[in-house]
């Protein structure tokens, strides 16, 4: 390591940053709490069993992209590369697998070994709901819905939102058959990665993206015309539902999603304000197995990456009502005053206001300097005069106006102007 940079495929957040963030995750607990969630905090690094079970052992997660280490204690460990399936099993200890509806909400760091590119990084924030305990398309219909509401509160425009089934745990065998009868004819023209796939997860055959492997995708047989007829109702269902619900969706035969634990919907908003990342969130029902319990437990949910949101409202120009916190700045002129001034500014933050304050001996012209720079609302001038007669003078950065105010009555003045 010879460098200040973190590592790669991560990122330092600074504090003009932040707000940015605070704004998302505000409307994320104000928008999902509307639908009767929770917030919930489970740890950043779980068993790796809870991965490998809930994710599948085939997946491009599974296989290629976990942090995954021993501890002290010889324990297998992972850093979670997303939320759902430690939620899964922090909920194993409620009743949310007896059935009993569980409606929670989470966000934090998550982290993949990926190839780190625009708006793909190897840590990375998600925001996600799960949904657990109750297997309905109206369920499914107002994650959705929820999901559209919460890009509508982030003024996000023009996002795209693709839906498809994967089908029940019946309809896996014969869809697979199929797709297997049908690519065992194209594979030998395909990529490496297909090859692979063709073995382990033909599923995400489909949603390869060389341009070698386009011409057989495009051709292959949509697996839901294998499906049983109840999951085709209740993918029916789910697209009527969302019309009548006003939604605008369409209805891609080759969204597959990475993750194994995918059952019935799926579903996930694209936008062109991103590259070739171009998921903003990305979700659907599932089915999890959790290492150490004979049950499983169903949901429904989604997650959305925090960085691609906030790089779809920079490429929206989106106006975000993102207040800037009001400062006073505190201007001394000469030692004694700034010892009294050093009071002064406790106080009035005991008081609940916001003050900033040169420490050091520096000119009034330099002080002026930097209250400007930090773009405060007013400046608080006090020297051995002031003292002297129980006053401070006030000036108001804005008008230029300066008025001299009595000591005591400096915290009511600041705050009532
Ligand atoms: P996912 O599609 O793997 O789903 O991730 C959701 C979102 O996280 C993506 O749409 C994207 O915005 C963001 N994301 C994923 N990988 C990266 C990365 N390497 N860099 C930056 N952003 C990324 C899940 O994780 C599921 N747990 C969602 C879910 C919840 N399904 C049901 N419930």
């Known amino acids: 390591m010879s460098s200040y940079l973190p590592p790669p495929g991560t990122s330092d957040i600074f504090p003009d940053e932040i707000p940015r963030w605070n704004f998302i995750e505000s409307i994320a607990r104000k928008t999902f709490s509307l639908y009767g969630y929770g917030e919930i905090r489970t740890p950043v690094f779980e068993y790796s069993e809870v991965f490998k079970k809930s994710i599948g052992q085939e997946t491009e997660v599974v296989q290629k992209e976990m942090y995954s280490f021993e501890d002290r204690g010889g324990r297998e460990l992972t850093l979670r590369p997303e939320g759902t399936a430690g939620v899964m099993r922090a909920l194993m200890e409620t009743d949310a697998p007896n059935g009993v509806e569980t409606r929670v909400w989470y966000l934090g760091p998550m982290f993949r070994g990926e190839r780190p590119a625009a708006g793909r990084k190897r840590q990375f924030h998600q925001v996600g709901v799960e949904n657990v305990g109750k297997t309905s398309p109206e369920h499914d219909v107002e994650s959705i819905s929820m999901l559209m509401h919460f890009l509508e509160e982030l003024k996000i425009s023009d996002s795209k939102l693709l839906i498809n089934t994967r089908g029940a745990q019946e309809d896996k065998v014969p869809a697979e058959k199929a797709l297997r009868d049908y690519f065992s004819s194209h594979i030998d023209k395909m990529c490496k990665d297909c090859k692979e796939r063709f073995n382990k997860n033909i599923w995400r055959i489909l949603d390869c993206k060389m341009p070698e492997c386009q011409e057989s995708i495009r051709l292959s047989p949509d697996v839901k015309d294998f499906f049983t007829t109840s999951s085709k109702d209740y993918f029916k269902k789910v697209t009527e539902l969302l019309t009548k619900q006003g939604i605008s969706y369409e209805i891609d035969n080759r969204l597959v999603r990475g993750l194994d634990y995918y059952q019935h919907t799926v579903f996930e908003v694209t936008h062109s304000g991103l590259g070739a990342q171009n998921a903003i969130a ?136």
Do not use: C, W
Request: proline share 1%; charged share 25%; no cysteine.
């Open 282 to 417: 990305g979700g659907g029902r599932y089915s999890i197995a959790v290492p150490g319990s004979s049950k499983s437990i169903s949901g429904v949910g989604f997650a959305a990456g925090v960085e691609r949101l906030i790089m779809v409202q920079d490429s929206l120009n989106a106006k975000l009502p993102i207040l800037k916190d009001d400062f006073i700045f505190i201007a001394s002129l000469g030692e004694n005053a700034r010892e009294k001034n050093f009071l002064l500014a406790s106080e009035l933050r005991k008081n609940g206001l916001n003050v900033l304050m040169e420490l050091e001996a520096r000119s009034m012209k330099a002080q002026m300097r930097s209250a400007d720079k930090d773009h405060v609302s007013k400046v608080l001038i006090r020297g051995d005069d002031e003292i002297s007669k129980n006053t401070v003078i006030i000036k108001d950065m804005k008008s230029g106006n300066q008025t001299e105010v009595a000591y005591s009555e400096i915290v009511k003045y600041l705050k009532l102007s």
